[in-house]
Nanobody, 118 residues
């Protein structure tokens, strides 16, 4: 069972940047797909970005061009670089894994709060 631990959330002003980290307990390249999800109060959880072992990425339309998902294979860490943050980006951000690439996101972190406010 892979364990995921997020860090890097916090309070930032609109237009600012944050980088989220997700530390993986095992070898990150053993996980076919990894991603970042978020859930704002009163809203459904949505996928923000995903990254396959083959380096294919996919982004939520509203974050395209502002967020970047990438990983450090040696440190087994997944990152989400978030730039030009907007108040509507406020949410709890979760790291998740689909280990076999079967659309079964069965490994989740506990989440980290991101608040964008002036």
């Amino acid at each position: 069972q892979v364990h995921l631990v997020e860090s890097g959330g916090g309070l930032v002003q609109p237009g600012g940047s944050l980088r989220l980290s997700c530390t993986v307990s095992g070898r990150i390249l053993d996980l076919s797909v990894m991603g970042w999800y978020r859930q704002a109060p009163g809203k459904q959880r949505e996928m923000v970005a995903r990254l396959t072992v083959g380096e294919t990425t996919r982004y939520l339309d509203s974050v395209q061009g502002r967020f970047t998902i990438y990983r450090d294979n040696e440190k087994n860490i997944l990152y989400l670089q978030m730039n030009m943050l907007k108040p509507e980006d406020t949410a709890v951000y979760y790291c998740a894994a689909d280990p076999n690439g079967t659309h079964r996101w069965n490994a989740w972190g506990r989440g980290t709060q991101v608040t964008v406010s002036s």
